[in-house]
Nanobody, 126 residues
Protein backbone atom coordinates (compact mmCIF):
# COMPACT_ATOMS: atom_id res chain seq x y z
CA UNK A 1 0.00 0.00 0.00
CA UNK A 2 1.05 3.54 -0.71
CA UNK A 3 -0.37 6.62 0.98
CA UNK A 4 -0.15 9.99 -0.73
CA UNK A 5 -0.69 13.39 0.88
CA UNK A 6 -0.75 16.59 -1.12
CA UNK A 7 -0.01 20.04 0.25
CA UNK A 8 0.73 23.53 -0.97
CA UNK A 9 -2.58 24.55 -2.46
CA UNK A 10 -4.16 27.91 -1.83
CA UNK A 11 -5.49 31.14 -3.27
CA UNK A 12 -3.29 33.08 -5.67
CA UNK A 13 -3.78 35.89 -8.14
CA UNK A 14 -3.48 35.33 -11.86
CA UNK A 15 0.15 35.38 -12.89
CA UNK A 16 1.29 34.07 -9.52
CA UNK A 17 2.98 30.83 -8.55
CA UNK A 18 2.38 27.89 -6.27
CA UNK A 19 4.34 24.77 -5.48
CA UNK A 20 2.41 21.61 -4.71
CA UNK A 21 4.02 18.74 -2.86
CA UNK A 22 3.10 15.09 -2.66
CA UNK A 23 4.48 13.05 0.23
CA UNK A 24 4.43 9.27 -0.15
CA UNK A 25 4.55 6.68 2.60
CA UNK A 26 4.19 2.93 2.78
CA UNK A 27 5.61 0.75 0.01
CA UNK A 28 7.30 3.56 -1.83
CA UNK A 29 10.37 3.72 -4.00
CA UNK A 30 11.75 4.78 -7.32
CA UNK A 31 9.71 2.16 -9.22
CA UNK A 32 6.53 4.22 -8.97
CA UNK A 33 5.42 6.57 -11.70
CA UNK A 34 3.93 9.80 -10.37
CA UNK A 35 1.17 11.83 -11.95
CA UNK A 36 -0.65 15.04 -11.15
CA UNK A 37 -4.28 15.42 -12.15
CA UNK A 38 -6.84 18.12 -11.50
CA UNK A 39 -10.59 18.37 -11.34
CA UNK A 40 -12.56 21.56 -11.68
CA UNK A 41 -16.20 21.78 -10.54
CA UNK A 42 -18.48 20.02 -12.98
CA UNK A 43 -15.62 18.69 -15.06
CA UNK A 44 -13.81 15.41 -15.49
CA UNK A 45 -10.54 14.81 -13.72
CA UNK A 46 -7.82 15.60 -16.21
CA UNK A 47 -4.14 14.90 -16.66
CA UNK A 48 -1.73 17.70 -15.76
CA UNK A 49 1.78 16.24 -15.58
CA UNK A 50 3.63 13.02 -14.91
CA UNK A 51 7.12 11.69 -14.36
CA UNK A 52 8.13 8.19 -15.38
CA UNK A 53 9.78 5.66 -13.12
CA UNK A 54 12.48 4.39 -15.50
CA UNK A 55 14.29 7.45 -16.79
CA UNK A 56 12.38 10.17 -15.00
CA UNK A 57 11.06 11.54 -18.25
CA UNK A 58 8.41 14.21 -17.79
CA UNK A 59 5.14 14.74 -19.61
CA UNK A 60 2.70 17.65 -19.57
CA UNK A 61 -0.75 18.53 -20.76
CA UNK A 62 -0.64 21.12 -23.51
CA UNK A 63 -2.54 23.56 -21.30
CA UNK A 64 0.27 23.69 -18.72
CA UNK A 65 3.35 23.10 -20.86
CA UNK A 66 5.94 25.78 -20.25
CA UNK A 67 4.25 26.92 -17.01
CA UNK A 68 4.30 23.82 -14.78
CA UNK A 69 7.25 21.64 -13.81
CA UNK A 70 7.01 18.21 -12.21
CA UNK A 71 9.87 16.75 -10.23
CA UNK A 72 10.54 13.97 -7.74
CA UNK A 73 12.97 13.24 -4.95
CA UNK A 74 13.19 9.48 -4.52
CA UNK A 75 15.35 9.76 -1.41
CA UNK A 76 12.65 11.79 0.32
CA UNK A 77 9.68 9.97 -1.26
CA UNK A 78 8.25 13.24 -2.46
CA UNK A 79 7.08 14.74 -5.72
CA UNK A 80 6.40 18.36 -6.56
CA UNK A 81 4.51 20.41 -9.08
CA UNK A 82 5.84 23.91 -9.54
CA UNK A 83 3.16 26.08 -11.10
CA UNK A 84 3.95 29.49 -12.54
CA UNK A 85 2.00 32.10 -14.49
CA UNK A 86 -1.20 30.69 -13.08
CA UNK A 87 -4.47 31.41 -14.82
CA UNK A 88 -8.05 31.38 -13.52
CA UNK A 89 -8.69 28.27 -15.61
CA UNK A 90 -6.08 26.43 -13.51
CA UNK A 91 -8.51 26.57 -10.58
CA UNK A 92 -9.22 23.01 -9.49
CA UNK A 93 -8.54 20.37 -6.90
CA UNK A 94 -5.13 18.90 -7.67
CA UNK A 95 -4.44 15.23 -7.03
CA UNK A 96 -1.21 13.32 -6.82
CA UNK A 97 -1.30 9.73 -8.08
CA UNK A 98 1.16 6.84 -8.15
CA UNK A 99 1.39 3.46 -9.78
CA UNK A 100 4.00 0.73 -9.66
CA UNK A 101 6.03 0.52 -12.88
CA UNK A 102 3.40 2.24 -14.97
CA UNK A 103 4.73 2.52 -18.55
CA UNK A 104 5.39 5.99 -19.86
CA UNK A 105 2.80 5.38 -22.56
CA UNK A 106 0.09 5.17 -19.87
CA UNK A 107 1.08 8.11 -17.67
CA UNK A 108 -1.70 10.40 -18.88
CA UNK A 109 -4.42 7.82 -18.22
CA UNK A 110 -6.00 8.43 -14.83
CA UNK A 111 -7.58 4.97 -14.77
CA UNK A 112 -4.13 3.37 -14.70
CA UNK A 113 -3.11 4.78 -11.32
CA UNK A 114 -3.73 2.66 -8.25
CA UNK A 115 -2.95 5.18 -5.52
CA UNK A 116 -4.38 8.66 -5.07
CA UNK A 117 -4.09 11.44 -2.57
CA UNK A 118 -7.03 13.38 -1.14
CA UNK A 119 -6.32 16.44 -3.23
CA UNK A 120 -5.44 20.06 -2.55
CA UNK A 121 -7.45 23.07 -3.69
CA UNK A 122 -5.85 25.63 -5.99
CA UNK A 123 -7.83 28.79 -6.65
CA UNK A 124 -6.58 31.43 -9.08
CA UNK A 125 -8.34 34.79 -8.98
CA UNK A 126 -8.47 37.12 -11.94
Amino acid sequence: QVQLVESGGGLVQAGGSLRLSCAASGRTGSSYAIGWFRQAPGKEREFVAAIGWIAGRTYYADSVKGRFTISRDNAKNTASLQMTNLKPEDTAVYYCAADFRLPDSRLAQKGRYEYWGQGTQVTVSS
